[in-house]
């Protein structure tokens, strides 16, 4: 038994993120292990789940991976924690298709029940009808009870509570109309300057929560039985040495996808931003992130530029996602910056001028017919796409053609989805 629960709303921009980096920080405060996790693709809620927490958390998502698969990360990663909470994305039913994908569908297959944040900013009483559709609209799905953000009053409070009295769902508590707590931008990397603004914010959030929720109320409501973990397996004796860019220029990744890579040998990191040697490797991983915004430092780190030309010309195997794929480019053209050269291993110029969200699930099928998942989301886009052919077919969730191409140059594959790999062969990517 340990306490566990998805924190779910009714739409985005209800107050989610605030309340899961609270409650992180404040069950920390109180000498608590907990495990975080987010429901979901999402590669930058997860670095702000580990400064609020001091654990790695954990994606967990069912169209990047089986039900047996996320229920086994599930127990896996939260074995050891004294709490589990997972943050749910967008609406509670909100899905890829109808239900399917949501977060509501995820405290299902968990059996881990849900607090719902509400945000109160323009409704009362009327909130009443809105709590009694979520408790009854999908059988089985367990509502913890509810925490009301931007609250304006004692009176506004009263009229709240009488809401979930008459929805018969327990109320932990209301957050008041806070100024300054909006959510820090996302694009904070995690140099020490930019980790204290957010441990500062975190702090505020924490407090907030404190003040203002009956914690342990929530504690009790929702601690239910945890799954013991499938036994893992044998450790692994790869003897492949995997070197993996991390820094503030290269930092999406996946835990599950990381943790995968050690069983095929020795990961090491770098930073091509700090301009560190290339490590020997049979494999180079550069994931996403935001090279864009230190085109001009990446640029200056041409020794490190000039070891990734060499390896990849001489057949090295470079997977490189979004981020990794621009670095590897030619030149980036950053907005009312100019353009910096990159390491000019792929023939593109990847541009931000003219930005626009691309975004979604993607199913991945190559000339073997071999299948993969990711999920893409850039604002930059290349010019002269067509410079090499795409080496895979891409789809979204709903099975159409999504012209986004994935590249291969020798052994380097390039692309602007990020991959999962997690209950997959790492190296079918080169086979």
Known sequence: MKPQLLIGALHSGGGKTTVTMGLLRALQRKGLQVQPF??????????????????DSVNLDTWLASEAHVKDIYARYGAESDACVVEGVMGLFDGFDRMEGSSAAMALLLDIPVLLVVSARSTAYTVAALLHGVKTFRPGLRIAGVVFNQVASRRHALLLQQA????????????????????????LGLTLAEEQQMNQWIDRAADLVEQH?????????????????????AAATGKMRIAVARDDAFNFTYRENLDRLSAYGTVT????????PLPEADIVYLPGGYPE?????????????????DYAGAGGRILAECGGMIYLSSFIVCAGEGSFRMCG???????????????????????AGREWRGHEFHYSRLRKPDALPSSARQFDARGGAVSTPLYRYKNVIAGYTHLYWGETDFLYLWN
């Open 164 to 187: 979930c009295d008459d929805a018969d769902l327990p109320c932990f508590g209301f957050l008041p109309r806070t100024e300054g707590l909006e959510v820090p931008s996302r694009h």
């Open 345 to 367: 291993i792929l023939p593109f110029t990847a541009t931000m001028e003219g930005a626009r969200l691309q975004l979604g699930y993607r199913r991945l099928v190559d000339a």
């Open 293 to 309: 915004l230190y085109a001009r430092e990446l640029a200056s780190r041409r020794r490190t530029m000039e070891q990734l030309r």
């Open 213 to 233: 929720l009956n914690l342990q109320a929530l504690l009790d409501a929702s601690t239910t039985p945890f799954a013991a973990p499938v036994p893992a397996p």
């Open 269 to 276: 990191y770098f930073s091509p931003l700090a301009g560190d």
């Open 38 to 55: 987010k429901c979901g693709p999402d590669y930058i809620d997860t670095r702000f789940h580990a400064v609020a927490s001091g654990r």
